[in-house]
């Protein structure tokens, strides 16, 4: 608009008498709004000096910037919330997960204790039966399952052995 530019080259000349001491640019108040100008002089060589004026709206300028800077604030927010409840569904699922993983694991040891100690427990049975001298228990006890750890199929051997012996001595008396 040339009367905005005219206001403004006359703002300026009053505070610098001469255009070609202006040599950044300026902050302008205006009728019109708030204005960043420029004057720039070029020379073609000629010995004609051109005075060559930008005027750009500081209105027009920030309000485009505020606006992307407005739509990047919305951007972010929407961004954050999902990144939050993604974070949430990943949180649940591995508490699922560890969980899970735990309670087999439990469950297996309880399993595996429980097979480990089945042997241990028949032979515990059979010598209290032999501490009273009773040998029904192991008596028919030939194909008996022996455990797959050597220190109780050890105690197993040793104790058959012994209750045969046993056995034989009161036949004996």
């Known amino acids: 608009n040339d009367d905005i530019i005219r206001e403004i080259t006359l703002n300026l000349e009053d505070s610098y008498d001469d255009l070609s001491a202006v040599n950044h640019s300026h902050q302008v108040d205006t009728v019109n709004g708030t204005f960043f100008y420029r004057v720039g002089i070029l020379d073609d060589g000629f010995k004609i000096n051109w005075h060559v004026h930008i005027a750009i709206d500081q209105d027009y300028l920030f309000g485009a910037m505020d606006e992307e800077f407005d739509n990047a604030k919305i951007f972010i927010e929407k961004s954050k919330s999902a990144v939050e409840a993604n974070l949430l569904t990943a949180r649940g699922t591995t508490y699922g997960v560890v969980t899970g993983v735990l309670i087999v694991l439990l469950i297996a040891s309880m399993v595996l204790a429980s097979i480990f100690v089945k042997p241990l427990l028949i032979l515990k049975d059979d010598m209290s039966m032999v501490a009273v001298m009773r040998f029904t228990s192991i008596e028919g006890k030939s ?12 105690m197993q051997e040793s104790f058959f052995c012994m209750a045969k012996r046993l056995r034989e001595y009161r036949d004996f008396m």
């Not at 194909?143 to 050890?154: F, H, I, K």
């Open 143 to 154: 194909s008996y399952a022996y455990s797959s750890l050597n220190e109780v199929r050890d």
